[in-house]
């Protein structure tokens, strides 16, 4: 935290790229999908947005395919009894798994 002299506390971004490429290319991932030019420009606002579409879309193919290369397929999200789109789920209960 910093002081901007007004007599307020604000944060201060000091996120940088790790040289890692797999965290790195999802700094990327998430400063491109929120449209923004660079990682420290993401605000609450962005990463809420960016929760909200893995929360949608991961929970379904093609995307929850996708997880099993990173969390292996005995991952809790990636089991068949967590997909909403199942068949043979009624409208409630699709809504549920949502």
Known sequence: MSDSGSGSTAMVHQIAYTGHPFVDVGFATMVAFANKRCFADLDAN??????????????RQPLRSFLTMAFTSNAWFAQSAFNPD???????KQAEAR
């Open 46 to 59: 962005d990463f809420q947005q960016i929760a909200n579409y893995i929360e949608q879309n991961y929970v």
């Open 86 to 92: 199942r068949p043979g789920l009624t409208p409630e």
